[in-house]
Structure formats: structure tokens, C-alpha cells
């Protein structure tokens, strides 16, 4: 596959509405702070010690009861890399062994046999998503073990209903191994590819070219791969507009079916890896949100549909085809196409939402490997809802899926009155409404083109827990 010439490049412009988005530089520049990305509420600095194994099964016996098959999606986390990624603030191991692997999986096991149990008859996986890490650090035989391994302990619901997905790193992946993943019963892949310019390449340590990452591609398309999404980041080192311009091309080219474009998140005091990089050499807040701009420009006259924080589809994915239904979802792995389905985590550092409820793995395979030798899961914190926390979650969920709130049905499910249960939210929600993120009827709350790139400031404010916790500078850029 051979990718157009560059188009010219235009000045980004500072304002603009597209498909029912506005961008709007100056407001964004105004407003763009720190806070959650809200794949969880409570989001995962509130999870404790308190929350232990004991409460986890009493959790899964009430969301799971005998005598009931309901839906359950699974997360497995491959932690190992071949080669480091400067930018990269994932729970990874970096080994070129495949030994280590080997070990990782004889564990694997055993939590699933500790596990399984507690679902057996009562779980079908409608949904697998393998992330990491690496997971394809693993070798084919290996892929296939432990996929034999997540068979032998769960039901799983045939391929053509399910979605089992896989993120793929194009350099370590050949067309033999898209075919063999195909059989394995993966439907969806996720690539990530980040920038193809050079440069920025070499800085942060990722030399990817287009030809393999589009090999790739072909394979998945050719061996029946349903969905096929690119990830990009924009704000890494030594990225410019022309540079980004370029990279965008060739990936719209590739017409993948989903485009995530993640704001890169600088935080070298939590994430050792980033000290790699050259701060000097990052691109100021400006050029970030021209690159932005540019992207979303290019992505809409390509017939990309903006789906929600960072995601981009085309309207016959089924991300796009979720948002339209009202079934969209938001977990841990991002937007996901089914409404609320419960998630088991496997894996170090793995964070599962089972009911009313989230729960971790320890984050290091010497404790998960212990914990799990004494025949314990290897859970290290968690917390348990209470109903003020599964209202705000609804409510959050809602935002960022469907960018609106009816009034009408939230009081009819939890049994409030919206504007006297939220009395002390509405002074932010009128400064918002000043600035026109949102619009508010005395029925509905609806975030307006202006406030779709900044929903995450609009959720925070129904942020219980945010406002009574530690600064919000651990948290990443709001856009």
C-alpha cells in the first residue's frame, strides 16, 4: 500500500466546528488543567487496603449468583517489552527472554484456577482484551497456551459474537502471527504507532516504519480481523505540525477502522522511563494544540466520526455505531462498544469493575508470584461503591459516552431530585455554561460543541472524591 503524496500544509486554524465539534484555541488554553481520564469512578487513587480478598468474593457471589449466566469481559496483561519506550507509563518488565514469559504464564494459571470458580456457570466472555507490555512479546506457542488456558477455564461466546481484541506492536509482529491470532479466535487488533516522523522516532526510542506497521494491517484485514485501530500520540519530543501533517497522511491512507490520538502525558516524577526524555525538546502548549486541530481537521474530512475523548471512528465501526445506540462504554481499556458489562483483570497490576466495586493486582510479579505460591489472589487494594459512588459513576459514564444528561431518568433510577442533589455543583455548571461547554434546560444537561474536547472538566465537577483529594498535578493534562 502506497501513501498519497502530502497534502499542503494550511495554517491550523484557531476556531472551527466540525461534525458537531468546536474547537476553540483560546477557551481550550484557558481551561486545559490537570484532572482524571475517568476510566474508573472513583478513580484508582482512592482504592485501599481495606478492600481484600474476602470482600472481593463476597462482591463476585452477589454479581454472579448461582443459577444465572450474565456477560463478563476478561483483561489479561502481558508485562513484557524487547525494547523501552521512552514516553511509555505502562507496568511493563523489559526482557528479551522468553523464558521470563514462561514463568509468567505457569502463574497466570494458577490465578485463573483460583479465579474460575467463582464464575464457573455463572459467566460467558463476550469480551477479551490483551494488553500490556508487549503481548506479543509472547511467541505464537505461547499466544496459544495461554489462550487454551483462558478456554479451559471460562465459556467463551463464538467468535462471530464476541470481541476479542490484542494490542500489537507492528515491529515484532510478522503476517504469520496475525494469521495465527486469527485462529486463536481474535477478532480486533489495536496498533500502536505514535509518529512516524523520524525524528521523533529516534527520541523517544520507537524506530517504527510505515511499511511494516501497513504489513500488519494487510494481514489483519486478510485474515478477517473485524476492527483494526492505530494509536497516535501528539505532544511527544521534536514533533511539529508539518511532521504530524505528514504522519496523519499515511495513517488515513491505511484507513484504519478507529484512530485514538492521546495527548502524551509528562509526568517523569511517576514514570522513571520518561526521564529519557529531552524536556526542551517537547512542544509548547501552542504547537500541541495546532497539531490537535490539525488532526481533527483531517480526520473529519476523511469521514472519521468523533467519538469521545480522543477517539476517532468511521461511521460503520462499532464504536461509532455504540455511541449512536447509547451503548457506548468506558473502561480501563478506553470507549468499549457494550453498555456496562463486568470486567475481570488477570495479570499484574490488572484492575478489574465486578458490581458495585474495583479491585487491583499487586503491580510486581515477585509479590504476584508469592501471594499466589500461598494460594491467594494476589489483590493488593480496592474499594467497594456506595451509592453516592455508583450515581456519580452513571452520571460520569454518561458524559463522557453520550455527552448529555437527562434529568428526568437519573431521578427515576436513584431516586433524587438532580437540581437539589447537586445544589453545590451548579454554580461551576453555570461558569461552564457562561463559556458555553454545556447548556442546561431545568431537564437536560447537554454538552454543547465547544465542551466536547473538554468533557473531562465537565465531569469533574461531579467529582465527589476530587474535591476533597490530594492536588490535581498528579493527574494528566485535561486536553
Not at 512516524?196 to 484485514?221: G, H, K, M, Y
Not at 490537535?292 to 471512528?313: E, P, T
Not at 455504540?322 to 457506548?328: H, I, N, V
Not at 453555570?430 to 466536547?452: E, F, I, K, N, Y
Request: aromatic share 10%.
Amino acid at each position: 500500500m502506497n501513501a498519497p503524496a502530502p497534502t499542503a500544509i494550511k495554517p491550523a486554524p484557531a476556531d472551527f466546528d466540525v461534525q458537531g465539534l468546536s474547537f476553540d484555541k483560546s477557551l481550550i488554553e484557558r481551561l486545559a488543567g490537570n484532572g482524571p481520564r475517568y476510566t474508573s469512578y472513583p478513580t484508582a487513587d482512592h482504592f485501599h487496603a481495606g478492600f481484600d480478598e474476602t470482600a472481593y468474593r463476597a462482591e463476585v457471589a452477589r454479581q454472579f449468583p448461582a443459577g444465572q449466566q450474565g456477560p463478563l469481559s476478561l483483561y489479561v496483561h502481558i508485562p513484557f517489552c524487547n525494547t523501552i519506550c521512552y514516553y511509555c507509563g505502562c507496568n511493563k518488565i523489559i526482557t528479551k527472554n522468553k523464558a521470563h514469559a514462561e514463568v509468567y504464564l505457569d502463574y497466570l494459571d494458577k490465578e485463573l484456577a483460583l479465579q474460575a470458580p467463582l464464575f464457573a456457570g455463572r459467566a460467558r466472555v463476550e469480551q477479551l482484551h490483551f494488553g500490556g507490555g508487549t503481548p506479543t512479546f509472547l511467541s505464537d506457542a505461547q499466544l496459544g497456551r495461554l489462550m487454551q488456558q483462558l478456554r479451559a477455564h471460562f465459556d467463551f461466546a463464538p467468535k462471530d459474537e464476541g470481541e476479542y481484541s490484542i494490542e500489537i506492536d507492528p515491529r515484532k509482529v510478522q503476517p504469520a502471527t496475525v494469521a495465527h491470532l486469527g485462529k486463536l479466535g481474535f477478532n480486533r487488533m489495536s496498533l500502536g504507532v505514535q509518529d512516524f516522523d523520524p525524528a521523533v522516532q529516534q527520541a523517544v526510542n520507537r524506530i517504527q516504519s510505515e511499511a511494516e506497521t501497513l504489513a500488519v494491517i494487510e494481514a489483519a484485514r486478510a485474515h478477517g480481523f473485524k476492527s483494526i485501530s492505530i494509536d497516535l500520540i501528539y505532544g511527544l519530543p521534536l514533533q511539529t505540525v508539518q511532521g504530524f501533517s505528514a504522519t496523519l497522511d499515511k495513517v488515513i491512507a491505511a484507513r484504519p477502522d478507529r484512530l485514538s490520538i492521546y495527548n502524551y502525558a509528562h509526568m517523569p516524577q511517576l514514570f522513571k522511563t520518561q526521564r529519557q526524555i529531552n524536556e526542551a525538546d517537547l512542544p509548547a502548549l501552542d504547537t500541541k494544540l495546532d497539531i490537535l486541530s490539525l488532526a481533527i481537521s483531517k480526520l473529519a474530512a476523511a469521514g472519521y466520526v468523533y467519538v469521545g475523548m480522543d477517539h476517532f471512528a468511521l461511521p460503520d465501526d462499532e464504536l461509532a455505531i455504540a455511541q449512536r445506540a447509547g451503548t457506548l462504554h468506558r473502561n480501563f481499556q478506553g470507549y468499549s462498544t457494550r453498555d456496562d458489562i463486568d470486567l475481570l483483570a488477570l495479570g499484574v497490576s490488572g484492575i478489574s469493575k465486578l458490581g458495585a466495586s474495583y479491585s487491583q493486582n499487586v503491580r510486581g510479579t515477585e509479590e504476584y508470584y508469592a501471594l499466589l505460591d500461598a494460594g491467594k489472589l494476589p489483590l493488593f487494594r480496592g474499594i467497594a461503591l456506595n451509592e453516592d459512588d455508583r450515581l456519580r459513576r452513571s452520571l460520569i459514564q454518561q458524559l463522557m459516552c453520550d455527552f448529555a444528561l437527562d434529568f428526568a431518568q437519573l431521578e427515576a433510577r436513584w431516586g433524587i431530585r438532580f437540581n437539589e442533589y447537586f445544589a453545590a455543583e451548579q454554580p461551576k455548571l453555570a461558569a461552564l455554561t457562561d463559556d458555553g461547554l454545556l447548556s442546561l434546560d431545568g431537564q437536560r444537561l447537554q454538552v454543547l460543541p465547544r465542551g466536547r474536547l473538554l468533557v473531562r472538566n465537565i465531569a469533574m465537577i461531579f467529582d465527589r472524591r476530587l474535591q476533597q483529594s490530594q492536588p490535581l498535578q498528579r493527574y494528566s493534562k485535561t486536553i
